[in-house]
Structures are given as structure tokens and as C-alpha cells.
């Protein structure tokens, strides 16, 4: 069975970094591109960050480079998003999903998904 869990989100304050977890079972996370995703309150579900299952090639958001990091431990079955410098505007719940082999900008290429976990960013 396909599992993704999310976890680490958390309330920071503005300035302040978090680490969020994507825990896979159920497939081989070496053949799997790991998107991760954010939906904040009224807003569309948007991605995040993106890396490869076949080369490790990693994709960001155009206004988040800089900000997250993305990687993968296929030993630990697991991906995580760095997240530096967090803004306001980064409060969403964010999700993990995967997705066979190569990247993709849209959300509905991905076929399974994580429950997401809520990153809060406010003094």
C-alpha cells in the first residue's frame, strides 16, 4: 500500500526555519519523483519543490529559490523540505506526493499523496 506522511510543520515566527518530512512506504522511493505541494486558506493548491527519482534533479518554485531546500534519503525512504527565512505568506498546509520518475509542475500528474501538515508562520 502507498503511503506518504508528512510531519514537521509547526508554528515560527517570521525569520525562522523548519524541516518538514515526507516518510514513503509501499514503493521503491529510488524510481519516484517527490513533489511537494502548499495550499493556504482560499488559495489553490500550488507546488512547492520537486526532485527527480531518476537523477535527482530538483525544481523550485521561481519565488522560493533561495529560501527551500529539497532532498531525498532513499535509504530512509524519505524527502524533506529545508525551509529558511520563513515569511507569513509561507503559512499553508503543505503536502508531499509522488509521482514515477520525472518531475512535474502539475499537480495532477502526481497519483498519491501525503495528508499534509500545517506550517504556521507568525510572531
Known amino acids: 500500500q502507498v503511503q506518504l506522511v508528512e510531519s514537521g510543520g509547526d508554528l515560527v515566527q517570521p525569520g525562522g526555519s523548519l524541516r518538514l518530512s515526507c516518510a514513503t512506504a509501499?514503493?521503491?522511493?529510488?524510481?519516484?519523483?517527490i513533489g511537494w505541494f502548499r495550499q493556504a486558506p482560499g488559495k489553490e493548491r500550488e507546488g512547492v519543490s520537486c526532485?527527480?527519482?531518476?537523477?535527482?534533479?530538483?525544481y523550485y518554485a521561481d519565488s522560493l529559490k533561495g529560501r527551500f531546500t529539497i532532498s531525498r534519503d532513499n535509504a530512509k525512504n524519505t524527502v524533506y523540505l529545508q525551509m529558511d527565512s520563513l515569511k507569513p505568506e509561507d503559512t499553508a498546509v503543505y503536502y508531499c506526493?509522488?509521482?514515477?520518475?520525472?518531475?512535474?509542475?502539475?499537480?495532477?500528474?502526481?497519483?498519491?499523496w501525503g495528508q499534509g501538515t500545517q506550517v504556521t508562520v507568525s510572531s
Open positions: 506526493a509522488a509521482r514515477y520518475q520525472i518531475c512535474s509542475s502539475y499537480k495532477q500528474d502526481f497519483g498519491a
Open positions: 509501499g514503493f521503491t522511493l529510488d524510481y519516484y519523483a
Open positions: 526532485i527527480s527519482g531518476t537523477d535527482g534533479r530538483f
